[in-house]
């Protein structure tokens, strides 16, 4: 009887934000896009629902990968791949990014030894691959390396860490080219008024009473309504038609997210869909978009959303595990707002470091 032979691939284990996930140097892993992905289910341990056979947290928040490499492009630091490994599916989806995996690059690439120690504080650009978009990630370091203790507190994780700031850059029509792909502030799809915007990632948003909703419920809550999700899927069908995203069926993009009125200190209150099941708290991505169409007059928003005032703007997202924060830098209203950039503070975490094994005939 022979064995099947494992193959070593090197990589750290690390949460990012509120996901978690591998982190590996790019080169590390095959060239070929299908037999990379064929490399990337085994690792995570796709396709099955525990994830048993692999490193898989079995929630899409823990079947996520970073792929890292030195960038050859002026003034970048590092290149970026965020990919989306499917729990139950064969697929591995790479046309979304994750702002919370990568709040991971930054003090991955100075493990790596991508990036030099420049003082108390470090900077990483990043070009995000996913999105063709351009990122800086300060990092907190010493001269032993980076700094993962700290007193910064994200909701969703437990615990505090040392913050990472991350300031975006090229975030406006990541995939579409257009802040309103359509062109239109609000619109209707099967009779429920919705903003198509692309911020980041390309999100449909709409309010939450238009589909039976308070705004308000669980995750569990809205993730046992398979009615819900049904006319929310059959909706974002005709969106990913009308953004100019093509057949949508199978993917993640356009993400979605419902709004309703803050009941606490938040600007507004959101539940982000990933887009089949519902986010425990809310993605980086999806934050950026959800506060931009939360400022932008003549959407969605309109009579829900605390707008604060000025082009420099903190807004707070109310979410299923507390808040998140986006520091937005705007000009111009409605149909004439312009983001310059958007900002974020991470946390993240090195949990673990050395190699990945796979069957070792998945490499040829």
Request: proline share 5%; net charge negative.
């Amino acid at each position: 009887m022979t064995m099947t032979k494992q193959a070593a691939i090197p990589c750290i284990l690390m949460r990012g934000g509120t996901s978690k996930g591998p982190y590996f140097v790019t080169t590390d892993l095959p060239a070929d896009v299908e037999t990379r992905d064929k490399v990337l289910l085994a690792a995570m341990g796709s396709p099955d629902a525990r994830q048993i056979d692999g490193v898989g947290g079995a929630t899409t928040l823990t079947s996520k990968v970073a792929m890292v490499q030195p960038s050859t492009r002026e003034g970048v630091d590092v290149d970026y791949l965020f990919a989306q490994v499917s729990i139950t599916e064969a697929f591995v989806d790479t046309a979304p990014s994750c702002g919370n995996i990568l709040s991971g690059v930054g003090p991955f690439a100075i493990e790596r030894g991508m990036v030099e120690i420049t003082g108390e504080e470090t900077a990483v650009t990043i070009f995000n691959v996913n999105t063709n978009s351009r990122i800086e990630a300060i990092v907190k370091t010493d001269a032993d390396g980076v700094v993962y203790a700290g007193d910064t507190e994200i909701a969703g994780v437990p615990g505090t860490a040392a913050p990472v700031r991350l300031n975006f850059m090229d975030i406006v029509g990541s995939k579409t080219g257009k802040l309103l792909p359509t062109g239109n502030l609000i619109e209707q799809i099967n009779g429920v008024v919705v903003t198509l915007i692309d911020v980041s990632v390309p999100m449909m948003i709409f309010r939450a009473a238009d589909l039976g909703k308070t705004g308000y419920e669980t995750p569990a809550e809205l993730d046992a309504d398979a009615d819900f999700f049904a006319r929310m899927e059959a909706m974002r069908m005709i969106a990913g038609e009308r953004m100019g995203l093509g057949d949508v069926t199978g993917k993640v993009i356009p993400k979605v997210a419902m709004l309703s009125e803050p009941k606490g200190e938040g600007h507004i209150s959101a539940r982000y869909f990933v887009p089949q099941n519902t986010h425990a708290a809310f993605a980086v991505t999806g934050g950026l978009c959800v506060s931009t169409c939360a400022m932008l007059e003549g959407s969605v928003s309109d009579g829900l959303a605390r707008r604060p005032e000025g082009d420099d703007r903190l807004v707070l997202i109310e979410h299923p595990s507390g808040l998140l924060d986006v520091a937005l830098k705007t000009k111009g209203s409605g149909a004439n707002l312009e983001v310059i950039s958007g900002g974020a503070i991470r946390t993240a975490r090195k949990l673990m470091a050395g190699e990945l094994y796979v069957p070792a005939d998945l490499l040829g």
